[in-house]
């Protein structure tokens, strides 16, 4: 799995396909639509031009929460909160071969995301965003080496993105404690040239611009 992903942002249709062309011309490979202020119909629009654009710069296509639109539109899998449907369900309709991922807050929400059996786990907020409408709380640096030394003590391997906040600076502590990659959102937009923004992320995830992984 790719270890720089895009969460896309925006209040209207527009403004979300422009965010992701543009993180997609930078050269970014994980898009995970988020479009939570519209709905289901707006949302399966959305997702139809959205795959569209994955599959013509390869890139991975997450639905967030919902689970019959990234059936519906043949989604790489979907992208699941803590309040969402359960793994589960998710499974049952999409099949061992697409993606889950699922969000976690707490030690005890990773031990409930790997009985899950999800592909991969989106842990924190590492910091206050404004992305995000009812943030859990922050963990910060300390909390996110406190919860990934006790899943690397478990010996389980699947893959943790940090969320919330994340900024470049943070990838070498990040990897450092165990995090397998990122998923951010403003941060890719911030500036005029999103394609250097991503670069440096990609060489700091892979240590070097390669971002292939």
């Known amino acids: 799995m790719n270890k720089l992903q895009y969460i896309s942002q925006g209040s209207t249709a527009s403004l979300q396909l422009n965010g992701i062309q543009t993180v997609l011309d930078g050269g970014c490979k994980w898009i995970q639509l988020r479009y939570k202020?519209?709905?289901l119909t707006d949302i399966h629009d959305l997702g139809v031009k959205v795959r569209l654009l994955c599959?013509?710069?390869?890139?991975?296509?997450?639905?967030?929460?919902?689970?019959?639109?990234?059936h519906n539109l043949d989604a790489d899998g979907v992208h699941l909160g803590l309040s969402d449907a359960p793994v589960l369900e998710a499974r049952a309709l999409l099949g061992d071969q697409k993606i889950i991922g699922g969000t976690a807050n707490t030690w005890q929400d990773v031990l409930h995301r790997?009985?899950?059996?999800?592909?991969?786990i989106g842990l924190g907020p590492l910091r206050f965003t404004s992305t995000k409408e009812k943030l859990s709380?922050?963990?910060?640096?300390?909390?996110?080496q406190n919860i990934l030394s006790q899943k690397i003590a478990l010996g389980n391997?699947?893959?943790i993105y940090a969320i919330g906040g994340v900024t470049g600076e943070d990838i070498f502590d990040l990897l450092s404690c165990g995090v397998y990659g990122v998923a951010v959102s403003s941060a890719l937009l911030?500036?005029?040239v999103a394609e250097r923004i991503i670069q440096t992320?990609?060489?700091k995830l892979y240590g070097s611009v390669d971002h292939s992984g």
């Open 37 to 39: 202020s519209s709905s």
């Open 55 to 70: 599959e013509t710069y390869g890139a991975t296509f997450i639905i967030n929460d919902h689970i019959r639109i990234a």
């Open 114 to 120: 790997i009985n899950e059996k999800v592909d991969y």
């Open 137 to 144: 709380p922050i963990l910060g640096m300390e909390g996110f």
């Open 157 to 159: 391997t699947t893959p």
């Open 190 to 192: 911030e500036g005029k």
């Open 201 to 203: 992320f990609n060489k």
